[in-house]
């Protein structure tokens, strides 16, 4: 199986990667951030743009239907890719906030009430906080938040302890941005279901790098975006279950949302565009679905594979550093290497590696809480994808020693 | 390999960071943050007959931050309110654009590699955005630099 995962083959698919950064080979160790997009994606919205272009769902000639095809196809393509009971279960959003804030708001006002509780846990980015926050504020209901270890792993017995007949809601991350920590989201999404509650999960991390199969999961609501996907900004997937979305209002207002609009009525649109108003991101859909095809293609059973030994290979190899303390150790982790060195502020960390055309985020990474938790006011993440090389983390180790050396 | 930004006295300011502390007999006092980065700063300033007559400060941050608080400071001591403030002016002019060094900038012209690094002014503007702060208002909730 080693042999058969050619990543200096596949590395050719994303011309990104070829460059010198201030003179040295581009390290990209940052597609937690967002992933590098392959030639089939970025010929397929250059296609579109030069043959294909048309608004969709609205014109009769040929190239408004070949853009409707296109566009919807993606829709069919992310429903195989998710195992998805049905395409009309698959909203178009801009990104996992978007789909996020869509549940929050939709769903969330109609149904969260004063004394409610929305459970979410303590490794969540921004975005699986605030909109329910600002729910809680709008509502009256109550935001419960299950705690983790010192690993980065939630405490599955004080999740228990959480539920009770208020809970309305369990959103939780499928993978932590910051620590890489994977929940046991199936086994989260059965406790918040035996509770009576619904659960979200934030799919941005895990999608682009392990099988997410919605019917085993059994999420009422999951979510991931494309740019994290090696497809375009800008584009999204929010999937709902078919019974919760019909009894949701829409989320924005506008055309292509509607059957019938009168000054006295406005009539829905069925699912999914009911809650697509407005001219949609065709392009980024379009080159979503060839992110799809392209990740299907290598077989995301096999992306996964190769990314643990890479990630088992960059674990090992940071830990030998002197001073170096990785942040989030769970046992069951994908492609995240979080870390802060003694005396060196992630900043300084960044920069000197940007100098040696090693490229990972420093900061604290959209998830302020997790940095209070670990007690450090950044970290600096360098994040994998199946185009990295083993050879990529040595550079990395290198240039860390490096970095060691300035601030002796 | 980047001496241009990490020049041997912001390296040793950042280490050794001069006026660390805490000041009892403060007359005003202004909290810095970054959310770029965490970065915090508690700066102390001691200002008689409108002459900044110390200056310190308290925090954590990178290099870059830690060593422009540290530089301020020493380069703060005896000035006027309105010449500190006319200081910071200049140090700004030196991160943001091309002109000229100014020599009233004495030993802060090691921050003039600063400006090849945009996403690094922050981090060398933040003690001086606190100190605009501690200087001009009482002070009622933290300056950041966004």
């Given at each position: 199986m080693k042999a058969a995962f050619d990543v200096e083959r596949i590395r050719e698919d994303f011309p990104v990667l070829k460059q010198n950064i201030h003179g040295k080979p581009l390290v990209y160790l940052d597609s937690a951030a967002t992933a590098q997009k392959p030639f089939a994606v970025i010929d397929a919205i250059r296609r579109f743009h030069e043959v294909d272009c048309a608004n969709i769902h609205r014109g009769v000639h040929e190239l408004s239907q070949r853009s409707t095809a296109a566009y919807e196809e993606t829709r069919t393509k992310a429903r195989r890719f998710l195992n998805a009971?049905?395409?009309?279960?698959l909203i178009f959003v801009r990104g996992t906030t978007e789909g996020i804030n869509l549940v929050s708001s939709s769903w969330g006002r109609k149904n969260v009430k004063a004394g409610d509780e929305i459970v979410i846990s303590a490794m969540e980015h921004h975005s699986n906080i605030v909109p329910w926050q600002m729910l809680c504020e709008e509502s009256g209901a109550k935001l419960r938040v299950i705690p983790m270890n010192d690993r980065g792993e939630l405490l599955m017995e004080e999740y228990e302890k959480l539920l009770?007949?208020?809970?309305?809601m369990v959103a939780v991350t499928h993978?932590?941005?910051?620590?890489g920590t994977i929940n046991p989201v199936k086994q989260i999404v059965g406790m918040a279901h035996k509770a009576g509650a619904l659960a979200l999960i934030d799919g941005a991390q895990a999608a682009p790098h392990m099988k997410v199969d919605l019917q085993a999961l059994d999420a009422d609501f999951y979510t991931f975006s494309g740019h994290k996907v090696f497809g375009p900004t800008g584009i999204g997937i929010l999937y709902g279950k078919k019974a919760l979305l019909n009894a949701m209002p829409p989320y924005q207002g506008g055309g292509d949302m509607i059957k019938v609009v009168t000054f006295e009525k406005t009539t829905y649109a069925d699912?999914?565009?009911?809650f697509e108003a407005g001219t949609p991101n065709i392009a980024g859909g379009i080159g979503l679905g060839a992110a799809l095809d392209y990740v299907s293609q290598l077989s995301i059973d096999r992306i996964s594979d190769y990314e643990h030994e890479l990630l088992a290979y960059g674990t090992e190899a940071l830990t030998r550093i002197p001073g170096l303390r990785l942040i989030g150790t769970a046992r069951e982790k994908a492609s995240v290497l979080s870390f802060v060195m003694e005396g060196i502020h992630p900043h300084d960390i960044g920069t000197l590696l940007d100098r040696q055309g090693i490229a990972v985020r420093t900061g604290h990474h959209c998830a302020q809480p997790v940095m209070d938790f670990f007690n450090v006011p950044a970290t600096t993440r360098a994040s994998l994808a199946f185009y990295n090389t083993f050879g990529e983390i040595d550079a990395l180790v290198a240039g860390l020693h490096k970095v060691k050396e300035v601030f002796a | 390999m980047v001496h241009d930004l990490y020049q041997e006295i912001i390296l040793d300011h950042s280490k050794r960071?001069?006026?660390?502390h805490s000041m009892a007999d403060a007359t005003r006092q202004a909290d810095g943050y970054n959310?770029?980065?965490?970065d915090k700063l508690k700066l102390y300033v001691k200002v008689e007959n409108d002459i900044v007559v110390d200056v310190s400060f308290e925090g954590s941050g990178c290099a870059i931050s830690t060593a422009s608080a540290s530089l301020m400071t020493e380069s703060l001591k005896g000035k006027t309110r309105e010449e500190a403030l006319k200081l910071l002016e200049k140090f700004h002019e030196l991160l943001t654009t091309d002109s000229a060094v100014s020599k009233d900038l004495g030993k802060l012209v090691v921050f003039c590699g600063v400006r090849d690094y945009p996403a690094r002014v922050k981090c060398a503007t933040l003690a001086w955005h606190t100190l605009k702060s501690a200087l001009s208002t009482e002070l009622t909730e933290p300056v950041t630099t966004e």
């Open positions: 009971r049905s395409k009309d279960e009770n007949p208020r809970t309305r993978v932590s941005n910051a620590l699912l999914p565009y009911k | 960071p001069r006026n660390c959310p770029l980065c965490g």
